[in-house]
């Protein structure tokens, strides 16, 4: 994936010249402290790149945190480390860092905010297999296959030798090698089996995560119930921890923790998590090490709201420091590097045209906070790159379109399917999004039913009477579906809203089938009630959103140099229009824009659908002026190398095309002799 603004996708310009020197790169580079780089998240979806890392940063936790990992590698025994540090500290990069520094020891599970505090477990069990579905760094195999290769019982030979046992024998082989403690062994084992067998690993993962699968993938998995319950959710897991005794230990890492589900009084709920990491201790889960990362203020805000039984489960806290000068001199030397090894000859500091002194005038006590070296480093080399014109005010907006370009090339990247998602998670990012566009006063759980309350929401629209209430339900299995129409039917009857939506995908049953019955009744007409089957495009809007959510609440979203609160996010949001093209909304009734065309869309597996052989250049004008507004003078190259990247379905003539059109219409200016096209340089106009 090409980041915009890392410091290692900044491209040479000067390919076709002998010499450059260091005000010439930084002249025709993007800033190396481009913010776009300072969000971190889900460590198994934000590549880390090594050579921007500080070694002495953390590293005494770093050493704390592996000292606790050899015990519970030894002992087996579940240990908890809460991990606490200012906004900007580096908690997210410190967990990303520990996956990448001690994956070969342990597998790593990145546990996303939770939505809903009655599913917790499932969560927690989704994401740990979701993690373990990933391929570590330098390995050939999941984390989950690493994890079944290990197993004692089976070290005689590997994998495909297994796929060879009969499925009884291998049921019972892993039955002697655990008599007792294993949660409904026929089937957890039997799927286990069918992990070793590529034409139904896909399927098994699905069961093991949690999905609600039809009957038809369970009777292929010869199981008789999706995990469909927070006590099974909590064996299964509970399963997967004895068995690694022999292997590994997992390290379950919740992170974000400020956009977790809220209690009835709009608080987090701190408390169930905590409830969550007691019972892991309580009941004798092993081979587990919690870390949860949480904001300084944030703990000390909730820490009264959590039981003291609660509280005593926390082996360990450990609280992230503020840096060095020294580390904040290395910090900013690692983002220069790479400009500086494009440079003739080489500059004389490691941190040119930066200084020690800056840091010395700016941070008198000696100590800051990772984020805001690097903040202050972009602001530094902007001025000494353009003078005076970086002192403007810089345009939100055009920064705010760049990192959801790249958040949205990286959802498309990991999400291929809409069942990835839980119900709960995306009727979560259908509320955030429904609020970023004012449609009224939102509440959630709308249906009237314990199991399926939390597939659904409803508001007011401040435009019409009568409420307007969402369902999405996604499960392929029949009976949740009938579950769910009866809950609609029902809702309707009692007059709980005027217009209801279905959101749905998966298929609707067959005559004869009582849930096909309902929707029927319900959805047929399609005058009051509708149903919308959503599209893949519309769930990486909605995700797309929901991680610069989770980023936002965690202090971690930097938009022109400022951490935006939730509103200012969704005030630019609305102001730089970027949900207008979303299909679902659209049928939803709650934008109206038009479609985004797909010719400028890259698809999962990395490639670009096009509907013809002429893409759509205005989204790619528009990020070249974006980048132009961002970073007010670039080079050429680097200018045309930096779209291609972004949109790889057109070619560098067709880039320089576009570059010739903007320049025709005074949005952007050229400067440089035209026959050095390496060395010329590219600005927005007096007028943009």
């Not at 509970?238 to 992170?255: H, M, Q, S, Y």
């Amino acid at each position: 994936m090409f980041v915009v603004g890392s410091a290692r996708s900044v491209i040479s310009p000067f390919s076709e010249v002998s010499v450059a020197t260091i005000d010439q790169v930084i002249r025709q580079a993007v800033n190396p402290f481009d913010p776009a780089t300072f969000k971190p998240g889900n460590f198994w979806h934000e590549q880390q790149d090594p050579a921007l890392h500080v070694a002495s940063i953390h590293q005494d936790v770093i050493e704390r945190v592996e000292a606790v990992l050899t015990q519970v590698g030894q002992d087996h025994r579940t240990r908890t480390l809460l991990l606490s540090g200012d906004s900007g500290s580096g908690k997210s990069h410190l967990l990303g860092r520990l996956k990448r520094t001690f994956n070969a020891n342990a597998f790593f599970a990145y546990i996303d905010p939770f939505p809903d505090s009655e599913a917790i477990w499932r969560h927690i069990l989704r994401y740990t297999v979701d993690s373990l579905v990933q391929t570590p760094e330098q390995q050939q195999e999941s984390q989950l296959l690493l994890w079944l290769n290990s197993l004692s019982a089976f070290q005689h030979g590997d994998r495909s030798g297994w796929g060879l046992t009969k499925r009884q024998q291998f049921i019972r082989t892993l039955k002697k090698a655990y008599p007792s403690g294993i949660y409904n062994a026929n089937e957890f084992f039997g799927v286990l089996y069918d992990l070793i067998d590529p034409d139904r690993y896909a399927i098994a993962c699905e069961w093991l995560r949690g999905d609600d699968l039809d009957e038809d993938s369970l009777n292929l998995l010869n199981v008789k119930q999706a995990i469909d319950s927070e006590d099974a959710a909590q064996k299964i897991l509970a399963n997967i921890g004895k068995i690694t005794v022999e292997t590994r230990p997992i390290v379950l890492c919740f992170d974000q923790l400020d956009n977790i589900a809220r209690t009835s009084n709009g608080v987090i709920d701190l408390q169930a998590l905590f409830n969550v990491n007691s019972s892991i201790h309580n009941q004798g889960l092993k081979n587990f090490l919690v870390i949860i990362s949480i904001i300084t203020s944030t703990w000390k805000q909730h820490t009264d709201r959590i039981q003291q039984a609660d509280r005593v489960r926390i082996d360990e806290s450990i609280q992230l420091k503020p840096i060095t000068l020294n580390q904040a001199e290395a910090l900013w030397a690692s983002r220069l590097l790479p400009l500086h090894q494009q440079a003739m000859p080489s500059p004389h500091s490691a941190i040119y045209p930066l200084t020690r002194q800056t840091l010395e005038q700016k941070y008198p006590g000696g100590k800051t906070q990772p984020r805001l070296v690097l903040e202050l480093g972009r602001r530094l080399l902007q001025r000494y790159k353009v003078g005076a014109a970086a002192d403007r005010p810089e345009d939100a907006i055009a920064a705010l379109k760049l990192v959801w370009l790249q958040e949205f090339n990286q959802v498309q990247d990991r999400i291929s399917r809409i069942r990835q998602l839980s119900a709960p998670e995306l009727i979560q990012m259908v509320r955030e999004v429904l609020s970023v566009l004012q449609v009224g006063e939102i509440r959630p759980k709308f249906l009237p039913s314990p199991t399926y309350a939390n597939q659904s929401l409803s508001y007011q629209p401040s435009s019409q009477t009568g409420r307007v209430a969402i369902a999405w339900n996604d499960d392929p299995n029949m009976l949740s579906f009938y579950h769910v129409m009866n809950a609609c039917r029902r809702a309707i009857a009692v007059d709980l809203c005027q217009t209801l939506f279905l959101i749905r995908s998966e298929g609707v049953g067959k005559p004869g089938n009582k849930g096909h019955e309902f929707y029927q009744q319900l959805f047929a007409r399609g005058d009051r009630h509708y149903h919308i089957q959503p599209d893949l495009d519309s769930v990486h809007y909605l995700a797309t959103y929901h991680s610069l959510v989770n980023a936002t609440y965690a202090g971690e979203l930097v938009v022109a140099g400022k951490t935006p609160t939730i509103d200012e996010l969704e005030a630019l949001m609305r102001e730089a229009d970027l949900l207008q093209s979303c299909t679902l909304l659209k049928n939803l009734k709650v934008v109206s824009g038009r479609s985004r065309d797909r010719k400028s869309r890259r698809q999962p597996n990395g490639k670009v659908a096009q509907a013809n052989s002429q893409p759509d250049v205005e989204p790619i004008q528009a990020f070249l002026l974006d980048l132009l507004k961002t970073h007010r003078l670039l080079g050429r190259q680097v200018l045309a190398q930096t779209a291609l990247g972004q949109f790889p379905q057109v070619n560098e003539a067709e880039i320089d095309r576009l570059i010739q059109d903007l320049t025709a219409l005074n949005q952007i200016q050229v400067l440089g002799d035209d026959g050095d096209r390496a060395a010329q340089l590219v600005c927005l106009t007096a007028a943009v």
